[in-house]
């Protein structure tokens, strides 16, 4: 091979790894800032890539053609610069059909490289750090390119020797090429017959791989170690998916196990005990086997997001949760042949998604809109669970979430309205509001409202979009708005804002949480940084500045007032404390008392049993005394006539004796 060939072969190849090795090296970055907590570098980063998201990655291309408007600029832009060196790779310096052919050979081998990377889109996706929908995007870039070069190489193939017959060697050529052109027509059955399609899919690759080993193999070409390559990769990568699945099934005393609830006909809601612990994340993702269903699903694996998990998971304590609309295979068969509360074996493999060494994006998010119907709330409850809980620890900069989900089915409601009530009561800065659009006619009032202080809000019929995102945005300016310029017409320097009050300043604050004000006792520059964010997200919603005038008559009888009434508040808090206090002792004295009448009504009860038996005792021997009695005067009565006759007797025998 000639050393230009082998030069644009390592280009090409490292051109193709490239945006992979940025993306590996920009998630150890995100990492590292992350471990370090160096907020300051996350946040200076946050500028750009909120940028990078907003204009490269979130946007997707109005063109229906080819799928193009599945992408976004950034994908596109990837995708064009790689078929453009695809191209230029097939045309530099060849001269002759020959040459072409082979180019076109070499090329769709490189481009099998990828395919081999992993025995499943998520594990892949998880190991180079990337989303499973740029995973997916690349894995059919790269099978496209290695079937329309294996296309190339066989058409000038044929055309300049189609003449002279096929060899072992033509024969193992035309069995590969037509496997990687199978390739093309099977994902037509995906969505029909996923189980068909995974399995003829990878039987394929892989009988595909073989015949090209033996057509290189024949031809005697070096490279047959581009086979090599794939088929190692594919191993190692394989055994490492099979290790992490033991690793998180399999212990000394227990294995996973499931327990599912059936919320209607049409929800399941599983939850699943690992033997270790597991600290999840918002947005992971597992696959699921049981085994137990049947001897088709010893194998089968089913991805689902993880829905819920209790605050404990990670010490391996608390299952963690799956909720999952019944279908037609697997999830028909679980609603068919489990029961509901009974434990079955089961096997997880994940979690797939987001890197958990990696902070969550959202939560640098002010303002976050959620926008889901039917079962797709079970992907976005944990994204709230995860920002409700870092805003309580002071790491996130969200000031409202604004979750609109509408409803597909009746049974969607009662499938997650217990956690978002749950979500609700942890929100302790009411950032959170939830509407729910009922889509199919539930209830017959127009709106209803629930959860505490009213933030579930439900409506029939459906959602106006346009309107919802016009009024959500009004919203996010109201709350920019909300700054000491805009209200007082003041203007401060950023460096001359105060918090304690302070002689001169025309200003003070309005502080609405009494959790907040101990903030305001001290200066700026004497708090943490957990303070400064809580601060920063509080602003214009729990305290505002108002003007520093000097307290009118009415101000002070209003702060009066409500002094007395937070007094007279905190003295009924306290009396209720104590009349609950009291209820619980006198239902422990209940609860005593009835313990003492049981035991009293246990100890009647067998007194009258054992007057019974003494009464029935006594009843035998009357009758066996009246039975003596009857025998007696029998007895007596016989005496009677014997002694008369005796005396008859012995009135003869003297007469007889005198005469
Ligand atoms: C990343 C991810 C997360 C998901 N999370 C949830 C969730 O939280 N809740 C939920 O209800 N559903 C979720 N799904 C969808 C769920 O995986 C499928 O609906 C389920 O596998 C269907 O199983 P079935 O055999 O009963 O479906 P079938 O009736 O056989 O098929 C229904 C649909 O599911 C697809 N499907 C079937 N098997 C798979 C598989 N192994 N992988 C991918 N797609 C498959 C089919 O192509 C078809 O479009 C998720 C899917 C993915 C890819």
């Not at 200076?44 to 946007?59: N, R």
């Not at 609309?325 to 509901?340: D, E, H, Q, S, W």
């Not at 808090?573 to 609860?591: F, P, Q, S, Y």
Request: charged content about 20%.
């Amino acid at each position: 091979m000639s050393a230009r060939m082998q030069l644009l072969e390592t280009v090409y190849l490292t051109s193709l790894l490239l945006p992979f090795i940025l993306l590996f090296v920009y998630s150890c970055f995100r990492f590292v800032c992350y471990c370090f907590h160096n907020s300051i570098l996350l946040f200076s980063s946050t500028t750009a890539y909120v940028l990078y998201k907003k204009y490269l990655i979130y946007p997707r291309l109005n063109l229906p053609l080819l799928g193009i408007n599945k992408l976004s600029p950034i994908q596109f832009l990837i995708v064009l610069i790689y078929s453009g060196l695809t191209c230029a790779c097939n045309l530099l310096w060849v001269k002759t059909a020959d040459q072409a052919a082979s180019r076109a050979a070499k090329l769709s081998l490189i481009n099998l490289l990828p395919l081999y990377l992993a025995g499943g889109h998520e594990f892949g996706a998880r190991l180079l750090f990337i989303p499973l929908e740029t995973y997916g995007i690349f894995h059919r870039t790269a099978g496209w390119m290695a079937s329309i070069e294996c296309a190339i190489h066989i058409i000038i193939i044929y055309a300049k020797h189609g003449d002279q017959g096929t060899d072992d060697s033509g024969f193992y050529g035309i069995v590969g090429g037509s496997m990687i052109l199978a390739l093309l027509v099977l994902p037509m059955v995906k969505r029909r017959v996923y189980e068909v399609f995974l399995v003829t899919h990878l039987a394929c690759a892989f009988v595909g791989l073989y015949a090209i080993w033996k057509h290189l193999h024949f031809q005697k070409s070096s490279s047959v170690r581009l086979i090599w390559v794939c088929l190692s990769t594919f191993v190692v990568t394989s055994s490492l998916q099979l290790c992490r699945i033991l690793y998180r099934n399999v212990h000394t005393r227990r294995s996973a196990r499931i327990v599912c609830s059936f919320i209607g006909d049409e929800v399941i809601r599983v939850a699943i005990h690992m033997p270790r612990p597991w600290a999840v994340r918002a947005g992971e993702r597992v696959n699921l086997g049981i085994p137990g269903l049947g001897i088709f699903y010893i194998f089968q694996a089913h991805p689902f997001s993880v829905a819920w998990w209790e605050s404990d998971t990670a010490n391996g304590s608390s299952p963690i949760y799956l909720m999952f609309r019944v279908r037609n295979g697997f999830t028909r068969k679980i609603r068919g042949c489990l029961n509901p509360g009974q434990e079955y074996r089961a096997w997880v493999d994940g979690p797939f998604g987001p890197s958990s060494s990696v902070p969550n994006d959202m939560s640098l998010y002010g303002h976050i809109l959620m926008a889901t119907s039917g079962i797709g709330i079970a992907a976005q409850i944990p994204y709230i669970k995860e920002i409700l809980h870092r805003r309580r620890a002071a790491e996130a900069c969200t000031e409202r979430i604004s979750l609109i989900w509408e409803l597909d089915r009746s049974g969607d409601y009662s499938s997650a309205v217990e956690w978002l009530q749950e979500l609700i009561s942890q929100d302790q800065s009411y950032i959170l509001n939830i509407e729910i659009y009922t889509g199919v006619n539930m209830i017959t009032e127009k709106s209803v409202a629930l959860g505490d202080h009213d933030l579930i809000k439900i409506h029939a019929g459906s959602i106006d979009w346009e309107g919802k995102v016009q009024d959500e945005s009004n919203r996010q300016k109201g709350r920019q708005l909300v700054a000491a310029e805009e209200t007082l017409g003041l203007s401060v320097k950023p460096g001359n804002v105060r918090l304690k009050a302070e002689d001169g300043i025309q200003y003070a604050w309005h502080v609405d949480d009494i959790s907040l004000r101990h903030l305001f006792d001290k200066h700026l520059s004497k708090h943490s940084v957990g303070a400064y964010q809580r601060l920063c997200s509080e602003v214009g919603q729990s305290f505002w500045a108002i003007y520093n005038e000097p307290t009118k008559k009415e101000d002070l009888a209003r702060s009066e007032e409500i002094e007395h009434l937070e007094q007279e508040k905190k003295i009924l808090v306290e009396k209720l404390a104590e009349a609950n206090t009291k209820i619980a002792e006198l239902l422990d004295k209940i609860e005593s008392v009835e313990a003492q009448r049981d035991s009293l009504e246990e100890s009647i009860s067998k007194s009258n049993q054992t007057l019974l038996l003494h009464q029935e005792e006594a009843q035998r021997w009357m009758t066996i005394s009246d039975y003596y009695q009857n025998s007696f005067l029998y007895v007596s009565d016989a005496l009677a006539h014997v002694v008369t006759y005796l005396q008859g007797v012995e009135g003869n025998s003297y007469t007889l004796g005198t005469s």
